[in-house]
């Protein structure tokens, strides 16, 4: 697994050469930026590796000189996980990442009743519990098989059959509640793992941006956690196929734990055609419809 950065900023095209030097200054090699030019600025989106050369430490010191030397501050941050073949081919287990890369894969809460009560008294990061099935409009669903509503993945009656036939194992179902037009309204399934997941591995990549705050005290408001690594014993002769992962999630405001899905899941995704195969973000099959599945690292 190889960590990625993005930086997206606007210079003038005037500076690229000097931008350039900047980055090569602190030991990142960038080839000339795809300009796409907006007025009379162009964007600049140098994508580089980290590693124990290029650390998170240089590059901190390396927007200070930026900042410095050519005035640019406002630097867009983004980190990517980019795994090799053979790390999805050992994976027992996938942290489920998206199920298409479109806003349609999210569906919003109608209403589910919780009891939310403070995690955090730095950050205001909520916990929730949920009290009732969820409420949804499930003609926004349409032909998606799975979504996100609020934290939690929802289950089409198709998936659900299917997960059924193969044998899928380590979930209970709730019914979802429609609220919504009746005409196209559908049966969906909250899928609930029954089981939590042994905690990570301490070894697992946290990452911050330092353009933001820094990270909240509670170690979950402002950094951004790696893939999930865990121990081998811990996770190689599991039985099922769904899990909670140990570790706390959130969206922002409120915590989650993360589902985890087996090898056997995943592949079945694939089989059935819900989904093509996805190895990371940047893949070109990661279409609207596409599931985006990573794999989990082990020790
Ligand atoms: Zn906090």
Redesign the pocket.
């Known amino acids: 697994m190889k960590v990625e950065l993005e930086n997206l900023f606007s210079i003038d095209e005037s500076s690229q050469d000097q931008v350039i030097k900047v980055y090569n200054r602190f030991g990142i090699f960038i080839g000339a930026p795809e300009i796409r030019k907006r007025n009379l600025k162009a964007s600049f989106n140098p994508i580089f590796t980290l590693n124990e050369d290029v650390t998170y430490e240089h590059v901190a010191a390396l927007y200070k000189s930026l900042e410095r030397e050519l005035g640019i501050v406002s630097i867009g941050e983004r980190f990517y996980f980019d795994f090799s073949d053979s790390e999805y081919e050992q994976a027992p287990l996938f942290t489920l990442n998206s199920t298409g890369n479109s806003p349609d894969m999210f569906i919003d809460d109608k209403g589910t009743l919780f009891s939310i009560s403070t995690?955090?008294?730095?950050?205001?990061?909520k916990e929730k519990e949920q009290l009732s099935p969820l409420v949804i409009d499930t003609t926004e669903m349409k032909d998606r098989h799975l979504v996100h509503v609020s934290g939690y993945w929802v289950a089409s009656q198709e998936l659900v059959t299917l997960m059924k036939q193969e044998n899928i194992k380590g979930y209970e179902l709730l019914e979802v509640i429609h609220q919504g037009p009746e005409e196209g309204k559908q049966q969906a399934f909250q899928i609930i793992p029954t089981q939590v997941l042994p905690e990570c591995s301490t070894e697992r990549v946290k990452l911050y941006f330092a353009t933001e705050q820094p990270p909240?005290?509670?170690?979950?408001?402002?950094i951004i956690n790696g893939p999930d690594i865990y121990q081998c014993k811990d996770v190689t002769n599991l039985k099922d196929d769904v899990f909670f992962s140990a570790e706390w999630s959130h969206d922002g405001r409120y915590l989650y734990r993360k589902t985890l899905f087996s090898r056997k899941f995943r592949e079945l995704i694939i089989k059935n055609n819900i989904s093509r195969e996805v190895r990371g973000e940047k893949d070109k099959n990661f279409g609207p419809k596409d599931w985006l599945f990573d794999p989990v690292l082990l020790k």
Not at 216 to 222: E, N, Q
């Open positions: 995690h955090c008294q730095h950050c205001g990061l909240c005290r509670c170690g979950l408001s402002g």
